[in-house]
C-alpha cells in the first residue's frame, strides 16, 4: 500500500513532521529530522540515546544522501546512487546512525544491518554459500568492516568480507544496487586488510562519509 503522506511519521501516538509535501515532492526540514531521530533514536536504543550537537555535520551528509537531496548532494560532492562507507573512531555511533536513518525514508526500499564478523562465523560454517547469499539483489550495511577475522572453511582461507565486496561491485555496475557499510579503520588500513584491487573498488562503490578522529566514544 502506497503511503500519502511519506514525510509524516507516527511513533508511539506522537506524530512527526519531516517537511512539507508540494507538488508530490518533499522539501524536508533537516532540524525536524533531527528532532524525529532523537525520538527514535531513544525507542530504539534506550533514553540515553541522544544526537550530538558536534555530529550534525555528518547527520547533514548522511540526511541529504538519504532522502536523495540531489542539489545539495552535488554541492557536497556526495552521489547519490554510490552507497555509504560510514567510518569513524570505536563508539561514536556509526552503528546506531545506520540503523536510526533508513527510518527517515519508510518509503524507500530498506537495507539490512549485518555484522561483518557475522557473516565470517557464518563462512567458517556453511563455506562459500555465504559469499553467493551475499551477491543478491537485496540491500545490505555491513558493520564494522575490517574487524572480522579470516574465513575458514575445511582448511582453506578467505578474505570473506573482500569477496563479498567484489560481488557487491558487480551488482552495482551491472544493476546499481547500493551497499552501505560502517568502518573503524582508515584507507589504509583498509587496503591493507582487502588489498588493492578491493580498495579500488569501494573507492567506486561508496560515498566516504567520516566521524572526527577526535570523536569521543558515546557508550560510555
Do not use: W
Amino acid at each position: 500500500m502506497k503511503n500519502e503522506n511519506p514525510h509524516i511519521i507516527v511513533e508511539k501516538g506522537v506524530q512527526y513532521k519531516l517537511g512539507e509535501l508540494k507538488d508530490n515532492c518533499i522539501q524536508y526540514d533537516f532540524k525536524s529530522i533531527l528532532i524525529y531521530l532523537d525520538a527514535k533514536g531513544k525507542l530504539m536504543f534506550g533514553k540515553n540515546f541522544k544526537v550530538y550537537e558536534e555530529d550534525e555535520v555528518v547527520l547533514y551528509k548522511l540526511c541529504i544522501y538519504f532522502i536523495r537531496d540531489f542539489e545539495a548532494c552535488e554541492k557536497l560532492n556526495i552521489d547519490p546512487n554510490k552507497g555509504i562507507l560510514l567510518s569513524g573512531p570505536v563508539g561514536c555511533g556509526k552503528t546506531s546512525l545506520m540503523k536510526l536513518l533508513r527510518h527517515i525514508v519508510p518509503h524507500h526500499k530498506p537495507y539490512e544491518v549485518i555484522p561483518a564478523r557475522n557473516i565470517t562465523f557464518a563462512f567458517n560454517n556453511i563455506g562459500y554459500k555465504t559469499i553467493q547469499e551475499y551477491g543478491n539483489s537485496s540491500f545490505y550495511c555491513f558493520d564494522d568492516l575490517g574487524v572480522e577475522t579470516t574465513g575458514r572453511h575445511f582448511g582453506k582461507d578467505c578474505n570473506v568480507l573482500g569477496e563479498i565486496l567484489l560481488s557487491r561491485y558487480d551488482l552495482f555496475l551491472q544493476r546499481k544496487i547500493r551497499t552501505h557499510a560502517t568502518t573503524n579503520l582508515n584507507a589504509q588500513e583498509l587496503e591493507e586488510r582487502y588489498g588493492n584491487r578491493v580498495r579500488s573498488r569501494m573507492r567506486q562503490m561508496f560515498n566516504l562519509i567520516s566521524f572526527d578522529s577526535s570523536s569521543k566514544d558515546k557508550r560510555s
